[in-house]
């Protein structure tokens, strides 16, 4: 089986895609000759020519914009955001228009659009190369959100995407853009929306991760095992709708719960994963759940590993919820 | 003789054709046109009474833009697709959305095509070609340009026809839209009904420019300003543009000079920021006005052809109204469906959460 890091598994998804359904096209900023800033559309031009692999003028309301109406005539538009910190001019045209479209024409114009988007620190990337920004987007209702961890998931979860019916926000996490590498099959596969992944077991707490993060909570895991602490680490891969299931059967059976990630705390999705669980498995838990995120403060270039909630700063979370 | 503007005139004030431009409409269809410009006229009085009385919520109307609204519609083929702003009900009706499927939207009723999710004049209808109606101002601009885009890459024959107000024109959309229909050659008529006003914002306070059509030069297209109260000379203006867009030539943005002798819509009193005198200039060259006078000059038309008109307009309209006002509103579980293609996890149990609650003591307020 081929090894794969996860920009060239991303890659692979989208030739696969396009070879597929000739609806299928790419947008945006240097997605073509150059194949991308960070590759993931590397050799796409050269196959698909540039009315399916396009270099648009640098503007993304205009690319989701513009997706928007292709998505309405026809097409398949797999759009490119340079970095989801440069998301925010076409957040009308996806909060809106995109993700709204099916409901408000009574299904009469079911908009579909993949949005791609390199998320996360740890780059040296500063503020406007490093916003992990999820929660904006899961509380809208008409979207589906996703971020894989693993290079064999990013091509199964992209090919999913692809294939959903309804737009989905596909954030990709750049720091392990070559840094997961793995077995990824050749040819197309799928790995279902809407299902989380048990990558570690455990008895003792539940860890809930995704994308990057997710290293560093298996990481804090396997060292939480020299304190005697088993933790059970749950890689959520779609973040909405999101697994409720695998969630409370870990949580059921740990009566302990330690989300993390890198967004800043205040209304991040770690509040709404608590809530769930509290409303559901209250009865079941052991100790206060706790949140392991970034700060609620812009993201600092010169102190981003001070910032982001990893290993050093998950391990005593887990100590602590087994603790008390 | 008229101004040496650079503004497309055709119906000339002694009721002849100029014939540089004169787009060569049969008398037939002279006269389907006029009889929908009343048709919209008379169901813009009649919803806003229906407003007054608290019947529907709202309407946003098209008073004294009649000609620029169904003119620009008419020039455009079946087969292309239209991005409408909120105020163009009669060119929908023109092109086949049936008045009683529109008065079910307008009281928000279970047989509204888009389920009564959306506020009055917000109706969608796929089948003639019409878009989905968006509140926010120029959304719909780039979405126009991506449809026709999406077809050109697909080789097939289509072009698409958005209108906008001038308030527009200051949105990114607009910018976004005109800027990529200009890079990629984008077959789409940009149809801008300049009507002097945004809610209470004079066009002074839009732009600088001196046009709007102008603004075209800047995206390498083609910028046309046409009199929005001469249905001949909007009609023969926007079938040059789509001749253009369909040689392959690219996009046109049309600045279709107009009035709105309205409000905004049935929530706005423009009472508080101009005064009727301004009206006046307007109401002289009233668009429907001048069609009746050329149809009558030509014996086409008169008084007693008018009144029926109006009582079959009328009649078609106050039983559309009795139909939708004794159907009910739509079924409780439908806020859910749509959201997504199959309701996940959370919509239903959301769905069952009020399914099973207390109701609300009334549908409104």
Redesign the interface.
């Known amino acids: 089986m081929p090894q794969m890091n996860m920009v060239q598994a991303i890659n692979d998804a989208l030739r696969i895609a396009m070879r597929a359904d000739d609806?299928v096209?790419i947008l945006g900023e240097d997605v073509g000759r150059v194949g991308g800033v960070f590759r993931v559309t590397a050799g796409l031009f050269d196959e698909f020519g540039d009315?399916?692999v396009i270099d648009?003028?640098l503007?993304e309301?205009?690319i989701?914009?513009?997706?928007?109406?292709?998505?309405?005539?026809?097409?398949v538009?797999v759009v490119e955001i340079q970095f989801a910190d440069f998301i925010w001019?076409a957040y009308?045209?996806i909060v809106?228009?995109l993700a709204k479209?099916?409901?408000?024409?009574?299904?009469?114009?079911?908009a579909k659009v993949v949005i791609r988007a390199p998320v996360g620190g740890g780059i040296r990337g500063g503020h406007y190369h490093s916003q992990h920004p999820e929660a904006p987007f899961i509380h809208v209702?008409?979207l589906?959100v996703v971020c894989p961890s693993s290079a064999y998931d990013a091509k199964g979860l992209l090919l999913s995407a692809i294939a959903d019916?309804?737009p989905v926000l596909f954030f990709e996490p750049k720091r392990v853009y070559r840094a997961a590498k793995g077995e990824v099959p050749a040819g197309a596969f799928t790995v279902p929306l809407?299902s989380a992944a048990v990558v570690r077991p455990g008895r003792h707490v539940t860890v809930l991760a995704y994308g990057a993060m997710l290293y560093e909570a298996l990481d804090a895991a396997s060292k939480a095992v020299a304190h005697g602490v088993e933790a059970e680490v749950i890689d959520l891969r779609t973040l909405w709708?999101v697994d409720?299931t695998t969630i409370l059967d870990s949580v059921r059976r740990t009566g302990r719960l330690v989300v993390v990630h890198e967004a800043p705390r205040t209304c991040g999705f770690g509040a709404e994963l608590v809530s769930l669980v509290v409303e559901r498995a209250f009865y079941h838990l052991e100790a206060p759940p706790i949140r392991v995120t970034g700060f609620d403060t812009p993201f600092p270039y010169s102190l981003e590993m001070e910032y982001m909630p990893l290993s050093h700063r998950i391990l005593p979370a887990l100590l602590e919820a087994v603790r008390s | 003789m008229p101004p040496d503007d650079g503004v497309v005139r055709v119906l000339r004030d002694d009721l002849t054709l100029d014939p540089e431009n004169d787009p060569g409409l049969s008398d037939a269809e002279v006269l389907h046109l006029y009889r929908h410009m009343v048709m919209t006229r008379l169901l813009d009085e009649r919803l806003v009474a229906l407003q007054r009385q608290g019947r529907i919520g709202f309407h946003v109307g098209s008073l004294g833009e009649e000609a620029a609204i169904l003119g620009a519609a008419f020039a455009m083929r079946k087969n292309d697709f239209i991005f409408p702003c909120y105020r163009e009900f009669g060119a929908a009706l023109m092109r086949g959305f049936e008045l009683g499927v529109f008065i079910h939207n307008m009281f928000g009723t279970a047989k509204d095509t888009v389920r009564g999710r959306q506020m009055p004049d917000h109706y969608t209808c796929r089948r003639v070609g019409w878009g989905s109606i968006s509140s926010p101002v120029g959304t719909q601009i780039t979405q126009a340009v991506g449809f026709a885009w999406g077809a050109k890459i697909r080789k097939q024959d289509v072009a698409t026809l958005v209108y906008f107000g001038d308030g527009a024109t200051s949105s990114s959309d607009f910018h976004s839209g005109m800027n990529f229909a200009g890079v990629f050659r984008v077959p789409t008529i940009f149809f801008c009904r300049n009507n002097g006003w945004a809610i209470s914002v004079p066009v002074t306070r839009q732009t600088a420019s001196r046009t709007f059509a102008e603004k075209a030069a800047a995206y390498g297209i083609l910028g046309v300003r046409v009199d929005g109260n001469d249905l001949f000379a909007v009609v023969s203006t926007v079938r040059k543009a789509l001749e253009r867009g369909i040689r392959g030539q690219g996009a046109t943005l049309i600045e279709a000079i107009t009035y709105r002798m309205g409000g905004h819509s049935t929530s706005d009193d423009p009472n508080r920021y101009r005064g009727s005198e301004v009206l006046e200039p307007w109401a002289s060259r009233d668009p429907i006005g001048r069609v009746r006078a050329y149809l009558e000059k030509r014996e086409l038309w008169d008084g007693a052809a008018e009144e029926r008109l109006i009582a079959e307009i009328d009649k078609e309209f106050r039983e559309a109204v009795a139909v939708a006002e004794r159907t009910p509103l739509p079924p409780l579980e439908s806020m859910f469906e749509d959201v997504y293609e199959r309701p996940p996890w959370h919509l239903l149990e959301q769905r069952a959460q009020l399914l099973n609650g207390p109701r609300a003591p009334s549908p409104h307020s």
């Open positions: 609806r096209v009315e399916r648009t003028p503007s309301n205009g989701v914009g513009t997706a928007v109406g292709m998505a309405l005539y026809g097409l538009p001019p009308d045209q809106n228009e479209y099916r409901y408000r024409s009574g299904g009469e114009y079911p209702a008409g589906k019916p309804d809407e709708p409720i």
